[in-house]
């Protein structure tokens, strides 16, 4: 029994900050409609900001303000203002995307600016970090832990005076309650929730103060590893119950210490702490799902406004006149018209995809310089970004076409590549051979994934395949049979026959019959039964299965071939390299390819090729440059997240639609950048969000 | 009521301390319309949704044609013959027009057809097409056939939800409140297309309405629900006659 309390009491200083974050999360997520994944980036920030000030002489309390009450609020209300406010009302992903972007993009955007990284250990806000002032039965407490603690008691404590005893804090449980509801008696919902992020910013910032010193050195990927023990301790709290999320940040904090304490040292355990959180994602995710379709008000709520970013595309979309009457080009996501044999000569097929003749001039001339002219390492980017290409195919259809959200694309990658090389290596078999069987393994582990999530949707699932990904890093990866830990796999190259892929120019050849092979086989789906099927449930799956939909087998086969597809590339890229490590293709990268691709485009399969060819060709060319610019491209990242709130059809679709309507213009073909409309629209346009209910009332 | 299409017994649902449904019976006889009126709140979405197996009820059991059906999964029972619209629109955003009723076509017809599509890229079939033509003239849809519904009035989105429930012929319909947000002739036209069904397919409909001049032209006997209670039933004459009727759906002063 000491033993026990001997190893929950250091939990406790861990669980502080896991519930800081936890309330933080849950405060912005109900007040201003945004899970907020930047949340960690912002921790970072104020956490780093407030060492430097220490460094240069500010006395810790000062820098604690500044950092705290000052930078932490402020960079959240320019995030709200520039970003958050604009996409309320998106759906799920177009609200992921831009916050994991940031997640990224934050950290180093900060490090840019400090120039350099603190020359000091990161101090305590108070107290000494380091020092023992006195025991607790016979555990020793430190500063650093006093101080955590003793400053999460005091930021409750306010919590619950300013949520219990003040006006705002009223209206404020009122609006996490319902907004809507809310705004009926005349509260301004808007005025609440901005106050509610800055709070949660506050939060935010004094969970990366405190944490700092923790670490040795500041570094971001440690604050993501928080954040996700903040979303632990959300999910615990429902999403919607601050005390909840407290708690099970707390109980989050001493498990974890207790879990490390009695279980033996091995993968198992070192890998069950860092993937606690996700075992609860597991376990309480569906809860969460479930108590939404049992509350009554549920319904109350209008119906979703129309996208912006949809609702743009469309209005993108120019219509040509044909022999055949009106044909619709270029609309949208994944749209297609019933008679898709409408031109009549080949002449006005062209015109009327100008991106597509665009695509295979470029594709060929590259193609051509590839075989010809360019330069080793210039090749070897090229056949790297065919590989990512495949893997980002995998995204197209998954959540282009069928609207799940996978935040574990990388893991399928990995385990395709590692299984690839383990059966060319132990079997003896032909790479070609041992990446189908990759492809195969990854499949299964798709529909691994899939069974326990097939209740979950948008975010949920997004949190739940988070966690599958930190599963696979921790515990399925180090094995020696799978990723090998830290040496990682041999992959080699294939042979067929007497034919050998090892020279870089045949190899890219392979790589590209097989992008070829894998988008054909995207193309087919999506433009076939099944692609009509994937599109109505991302439409609207409660719609999908009353008209007779199968829609959790449909999202089993559609994990399972999107994983098969991931592992297919995620064999091709260790082949390339030669071998393959954990670290090419962690969690991390998950967030990256989903990010880029969704910037990129999610919603062709040129998107995805164009996603593969530039981030390579981007991370090549960066790698050129000076150190002090190596996070050029997290900014680069930065600004594409903020363009990726104007234009969530995606760069290449958005192109793709201004080509046409230019091609349009200029032969006099243009008629209309609206297909015409019928009366108003039936999706009341963004911000209709505000009204309470329909006008008809509504009704169960 | 012997050779009733659908037949639910006793049907509850409790949300946290609020009873949507009080041991609920209803009958739907083969080709028959049946109206549920009731204030806001009575309970009729829940009814639907219970039906159809979207929200499961806490105790009762559905038949369908003589077989159990409140144990199979909604899209079986979609496939059974039950087609349904939403108050609050279900569309498939970013789909056409036609797109929609193809879907529910296809849906009915069977699972996905992924080997089908890899092997020789499945084109719809001629039957189906004309199926989805047909349906289009009906609803006097066939012009907006390719256009994407997100650009489509109310009016017209009513009508592709209802079109998206009649495909695959099925025996029992089952409308939400689908004149909601219409107007006089919208619903007027609305009135006639059911009608149009009900006359060439000899479709059952259930009725969700709060537009009593729909309900009176539609359907053969009406339902009054309230707080999950079934209030009174019978024709549209003789319930609206109802004193109790009276009191609780239109107001004591009506």
Redesign the interface.
């Known amino acids: 029994m000491s033993q026990l309390f001997n190893y929950a009491v250091p939990g406790i200083p861990f669980g502080c900050v896991f519930a800081l974050m936890g309330v933080g999360l849950v405060l912005t997520y109900k007040a201003a409609g945004v899970f907020n994944l930047a949340f960690g980036a912002q921790a970072f920030v104020s956490g780093l900001a407030f060492v430097f000030l220490v460094q240069d002489g500010w006395p810790r309390w000062a820098a604690g303000i500044i950092a705290i009450l000052g930078l932490g609020p402020l960079v959240g209300l320019v995030l709200d203002r520039l970003l958050f406010r604009r996409i309320r009302t998106a759906s799920p992903l177009v609200k992921l995307v831009p916050s994991l972007g940031l997640l990224i993009a934050l950290p180093q955007v900060a490090l840019i600016i400090a120039g350099s990284t603190p020359q000091i250990p990161p101090p305590a806000l108070f107290l000494d970090a380091q020092t023992v002032y006195f025991h607790l039965g016979s555990v020793p407490l430190s500063g650093l832990e006093l101080s955590i603690t003793v400053a999460t008691v005091l930021v409750v404590a306010a919590l619950v005076v300013l949520f219990r005893l003040t006006p705002v804090g009223l209206e404020m449980r009122a609006v996490v309650e319902s907004p809507r509801l809310t705004e009926l008696f005349g509260i301004n919902a808007g005025r609440v929730s901005a106050f509610a992020w800055v709070l949660s910013s506050c939060i935010a910032a004094l969970a990366g103060v405190l944490l700092a010193p923790l670490y040795s050195q500041l570094n971001p990927e440690d604050y993501t590893v928080l954040l996700v023990w903040g979303i632990a301790a959300a999910v615990i709290g429902r999403f919607a119950s601050l005390p909840l999320a407290l708690v099970g940040g707390l109980g989050l904090g001493v498990a974890q210490q207790i879990l490390a304490g009695y279980l033996p040292a091995g993968i198992i355990a070192t890998g069950l702490r860092p993937s606690l959180p996700f075992v609860v994602l597991l376990v309480f995710l569906p809860f969460s799902r479930q108590r939404q379709?049992?509350?009554?008000l549920a319904?109350c709520d209008?119906?979703i406004a129309?996208?912006a970013g949809?609702?743009r595309g469309?209005r993108a979309a120019a219509t040509l006149t044909g022999d055949r009457g009106?044909?619709?080009v270029a609309?949208?996501?994944?749209?297609?018209?019933?008679?898709p044999d409408g031109g009549t000569s080949i002449g006005r097929r062209l015109l009327q995809r100008p991106t597509a003749v665009l695509g295979w001039v470029v594709g060929g001339l590259a193609v051509l310089s590839a075989l010809t002219w360019v330069s080793p390492d210039w090749l070897l980017t090229m056949t790297q970004g065919i590989a990512f290409g495949i893997i980002f195919l995998s995204l197209t259809l998954l959540t282009g076409m069928s609207g799940q959200i996978s935040l574990c694309q990388a893991s399928f990658a990995g385990l395709g590549g590692f299984a690839a090389g383990q059966f060319a290596n132990h079997l003896d078999l032909s790479l070609l051979a041992g990446m189908v069987l990759g492809g195969a393994m990854a499949a299964v582990l798709g529909v691994v994934v899939a069974l326990p999530t097939l209740r979950l949707a948008g975010l949920p699932l997004a949190l739940a395949t988070l966690a599958f990904a930190l599963l696979a890093d921790n515990i399925l990866f180090p094995n020696g049979w799978v990723g090998n830990g830290a040496t990682g796999v041999l992959v080699p190259r294939p042979e067929i026959g007497p034919i050998s892929f090892n020279a870089s120019r045949s190899f890219f050849l392979l790589a590209l019959v097989v992008l070829a092979l894998v988008a054909g086989?995207v193309k087919?789906?999506g433009?076939?039964?099944?692609?009509?099927?994937l599109?109505?449930m991302?439409?609207?799956e409660?719609?999908?299965?009353?008209?007779?939909?199968?829609?959790?087998?449909?999202r089993v086969?559609v994990f399972a071939?999107s994983a098969g597809l991931a592992g297919v590339g995620g064999a091709l890229y260790g082949s390339l390299q030669g071998s393959l490590a954990p670290n090419d293709f962690n969690y991390q990268i998950s967030l990256v390819l989903l990010v880029v691709v969704a910037i990129v485009g999610l919603g062709s399969i040129s998107g995805a090729v164009v996603a593969g060819v530039v981030y390579t060709a981007l991370l090549k060319s960066l790698s050129t440059l000076p150190a002090r610019y190596a996070g050029l491209l997290a900014v680069l990242f930065g600004l594409a997240t903020l363009s990726y709130t104007r234009h969530p059809e995606g760069v290449v679709d958005y192109l793709g639609n201004r080509l046409v309507g230019l091609v349009g213009r200029l032969t006099g073909r243009w008629r209309d950048d609206?297909?015409?409309?019928?009366?108003?629209?039936?999706?009341p346009p963004t911000g209709v969000e505000r009204v309470p209910m329909?006008?008809?009332?509504?009704?169960? | 009521m012997t050779g009733a299409l659908l037949r639910a017994r006793d049907i509850s649902r409790r949300?946290?301390g609020?009873t949507?449904l009080a041991e609920l019976s209803l009958d739907v006889g083969e080709g028959e319309a049946v109206g549920v009126v009731g204030p806001?709140?009575?309970?009729?979405?829940?009814l639907f949704n219970c039906l159809?197996g979207?929200?499961p009820p806490d105790t009762g059991t559905v038949e369908f044609d003589g077989r159990r059906i409140d144990r199979m999964?909604?899209?079986?029972r979609?496939?059974l013959g039950i087609?349904?619209t939403?108050?609050?629109?279900?569309?498939?955003?970013?789909?056409?027009v036609?797109?929609h009723l193809?879907?529910?076509e296809?849906?009915?017809a069977g699972?996905?057809?992924?080997w089908?599509?890899?092997l020789h890229?499945?084109r719809?079939s001629r039957e189906e097409?004309d199926h989805?033509e047909s349906a289009l003239r009906l609803l006097g849809l066939d012009e907006?056939?390719?256009?994407?519904?997100?650009?489509?009035?109310?009016?017209?989105?009513r009508l592709v939800e209802l079109g998206?429930?009649m495909?695959?012929r099925p025996r029992l319909l089952m409308l939400d409140?689908p004149s909601?947000?219409l107007d006089a002739a919208e619903t007027a036209r609305l009135a006639s297309i059911i009608t149009d069904v009900r006359r060439s397919e000899g479709t059952a409909v259930v009725l969700?309405e709060?537009d009593l001049t729909l309900v009176g032209d539609v359907v053969d006997r009406l339902c009054v629900l309230d707080f999950g209670r079934m209030l009174a039933v019978g024709s549209v004459g003789e319930v609206m006659a109802d004193e109790r009727v009276r009191q609780a759906y239109l107001g004591s002063g009506a």
């Not at chain 2, 806001?40 to 829940?46: I, L, M, Q, S, V």
């Open positions: 379709l049992d509350d009554p319904d209008p119906p129309a996208l949809e609702a469309y009106d044909e619709t609309v949208g996501l994944w749209h297609r018209t019933l008679h086989l087919l789906i433009d076939g039964t099944m692609g009509r099927f599109a109505a991302r439409g609207s409660v719609a999908a299965v009353s008209v007779g939909i199968d829609v959790h087998r449909l086969v071939v609206l297909p015409p409309r019928t009366d108003a629209p039936a999706h329909a006008a008809d009332g509504v009704d169960r | 949300f946290g609020i949507a806001n709140g009575a309970g009729k979405t829940t159809l979207l929200t999964p909604v899209w079986r979609s496939r087609g349904r939403y108050q609050r629109m279900e569309l498939f955003r970013g789909m056409t036609a797109d193809l879907v529910a296809q849906a009915h699972t996905v057809r992924l089908g599509d890899l890229h499945a719809p097409l989805v907006l056939a390719d256009r994407p519904v997100d650009v489509l009035s109310l009016g017209h989105a998206r429930a495909m695959g409140e909601s947000g969700v709060h």
